[in-house]
């Protein structure tokens, strides 16, 4: 890459720092059915065109064909969340590429932080906030790179698209699929997840159930004191590890895993039975609510993986009749989340490990993330896409960081990888 896109990003790193914390001071959470990405989206439109490019800038249910899409789920509100997209068109000859970023975060939560969750601040080198990891530092480096292409006139033979879509987190994906169904494609497509400065061309997938177990409750009565549901969740709980083995002897194997222990992992995400504290009465709970997640490799199949889950939870209730005779109920709130891979030797993955090796003197790691994202809706429409971002922490929790310095290295061997995808005019 020519000194001046990498000398640019050096010269300017307080504005790339500014941008991140503009993003987060402007909260876009995700709250389904409904979320709040606008003013976010409008600050990254309004910003675009400040920079010479013209935005596109439209709501998901005016997207011809997106509502009939296969992929498409429904039960979502997108009043006032529309995606933002940008094309630099090139000057010909060279490839296409996509800049993607999800604008939505999780919500802030009830968890105590110890600073303003959307106040953006820098401390040492972390920028702290509501996504400050996921994904907003992906989307500024995405929108530093648009001013810094128009701020050197660069000319790339390939088209360029930036994009931030709406509704990725809690399985929503819409917002992408929009993206591709609106004609947003391209030859190659970064989505500047954290990556932890690792190229992953593959993502897990991911399954999420609730079940709730409901028994009789009460204090006083004949007989045996009532346990409620207790036993029923205590039995449930010591019978996860079984399905964990079996998931781990019956999922393939994929090679992008294969350093990981437990490539597919199995979880309780939530326990609830009643709310807290002395106003509540002192009695067994009558009703219990878990959320279990577990994730998939590349290539399996919702058939075949709704099929095992049931047939290992149906011969649980079989195996204590009486604990079970109030069935539990199952519900899968989040739609189905493929696993989905790019062979780590398609050219997407080896040329942008070049870039990162050039910038950083080593190789970058090349992994699977270890969780599910949007990136199988570019794979199902034949463009061949890879995760790269910055390194950070306490993502989804209190206390979100991005690592600065790892952005602005993030950025660097992005921007030298426009370049060479593209390709550019001397």
Not at 110 to 139: C, S, V
Not at 339 to 353: D, F, Q, W
Not at 373 to 382: I, K
Request: include cysteine; proline fraction near 8%; charged fraction near 20%.
């Amino acid at each position: 890459m020519p000194a001046n896109l990498e000398a640019y990003i050096d010269a300017n790193r307080d504005r790339l720092f500014e941008l991140i914390a503009n993003l987060v001071r402007r909260p876009s959470e995700n709250t389904p059915p409904a979320g709040a990405e606008g003013a976010c989206q409008q600050f990254i439109a309004a910003s675009l065109r400040d920079a010479g490019w013209q935005p596109d800038v439209y709501e998901l249910p005016g997207v011809d064909g997106l509502l009939s899409h296969p992929l498409f789920v429904g039960g979502r509100d997108y009043a006032g969340r529309p995606n933002v997209a940008a094309r630099r068109r090139g000057t010909g000859g060279g490839r296409s590429l996509i800049l993607s970023a999800h604008i939505d975060t999780v919500p802030r939560g009830t968890q105590p932080w110890t600073r303003n969750a959307f106040g953006g601040a820098i401390e040492g080198n972390r920028l702290y906030g509501r996504g400050a990891n996921d994904m907003k530092a992906g989307a500024g480096i995405n929108l530093f790179l648009a001013e810094a292409i128009d701020a050197l006139d660069l000319r790339l033979p390939g088209d360029l698209i930036f994009e931030t879509v709406v509704d990725e987190e809690f399985g929503g994906v819409n917002g992408t699929l929009a993206g591709r169904v609106r004609g947003y494609v391209a030859d190659g497509a970064v989505i500047s997840e954290p990556s932890f400065l690792r190229i992953c061309p593959a993502q897990r997938g991911g399954r999420t159930v609730h079940i709730v177990f409901s028994a009789s409750g009460g204090v006083l009565t004949e007989g045996t004191f009532p346990a409620g549901v207790v036993d029923q969740v205590t039995f449930f709980l010591a019978n996860i590890p079984k399905f964990a083995q079996q998931r781990r002897r019956t999922a393939p194997p994929h090679p992008l895993y294969s350093h990981n222990p437990d490539p597919v992992p199995v979880s309780v995400t939530k326990i609830f039975t009643s709310p807290w504290g002395t106003r509540e009465p002192i009695t067994v709970p009558e009703e219990c609510r878990i959320e279990f997640f577990w994730q998939l490799m590349p290539g399996e199949c919702q058939d075949e993986v709704d099929r095992e889950f049931f047939h290992w939870f149906e011969a649980l209730l079989e195996s204590a009749p009486k604990l079970f005779a109030c069935r539990p109920t199952v519900e899968f709130p989040i739609r189905w989340l493929p696993g989905s891979a790019i062979p780590a030797s398609h050219p997407l993955v080896t040329e942008l490990s070049k870039c990162a090796e050039t910038v950083t003197g080593s190789a970058p790691a090349i992994a699977g993330i270890e969780g599910p994202c949007d990136m199988y809706v570019f794979h199902q429409f034949g463009i061949p896409a890879a995760l790269w971002g910055p390194t950070g922490g306490n993502t989804h929790a209190a206390d979100e960081y991005v690592d600065l310095d790892s952005v602005v290295t993030a950025a660097k061997v992005l921007g030298r990888f426009v370049e060479r995808w593209c390709g550019r005019e001397t």
